[in-house]
């Protein structure tokens, strides 16, 4: 059982595995209270999470961040206390991933992580439910291309942390993250397009230059645009290629309409799961 989840490592191998192959436990959310806060946008991740808890039998308690107690300077600590005497546990997407080990400390209750400037370890969850649904095995190859964001450093992390899937990662030289991210064997980088790489890909995936927690970069959006996914990368990728982007999605830049409309495209299948993989990651928790 978790105490919390604010990233793929808190899981062991076994556990992530339980996830992808639903073998976790029998449990429900009865009589649980959860609070769900968010300090930045969602649609996928706050009605995903909504619905879960209310089919475990859960209550979904919605607490609008812009409502508390913040605008008369009550204290990040003194908020999370005051969490702490009512609710059961949080699921919180925040500007910064220290706040979520801070509003656990001081909730003292379970907390996971519905997306931070760092990971987004559900919408992967969700992912890796979808790429083993479609291909049957995680004996895969994975090409990423575009931005080194929260997406791809839960990514990393799960490739790291399963061993069965090879990720190649398509950025530009400036933008590539070179501290504090572990790289496995089974994961290759480049800043330049390479033909042989995307020719043995299963999986092209992508995800806005702009995370919700950067600021707008043109220069960023410029330099990242050769990697933008178009029917010329997928058609150089294996046949059986599928494409995959957590969405919401910029049509025109990272990705073209007709590659995201495509019927290689599963970005809505990758939606509809983020609920069994929520509904699955929750019966994992200690509440
Ligand atoms: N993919 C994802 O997390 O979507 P939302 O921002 O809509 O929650
Ligand atoms: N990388 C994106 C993911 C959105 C679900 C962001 O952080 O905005």
Redesign the pocket.
Known sequence: MLNSFFDINDLSKSQLEAIIYNKVPKKNLKDKQIGCLYEKPST??RLSFAVGINQLLGSVIDIKFEELNFSREESFEDTFRAMGCYLDGLIFRTSSHEKLLLGHKYMNKPIINA?SDKS?PC?ILSDLITLYENFKTLEIEISWFG?F???LFSLVQAVNLLDSIKLNIFSHISYIKKTKWIFGNNINIYDELDKTAISRSNCIMT??FI???DQTDKEKINLLKKFQVNNNIMQEAQEDCIFMH???AKIGLEVTKDVIESSQSVVWKQAANRLPAQMRLMKCINW
Do not use: A, F, K, W
């Open positions: 996928r991740t997306l987004h919408q931005d964001n929260n997406v995800d806005v995370s919700m927690n957590c969405l919401p």
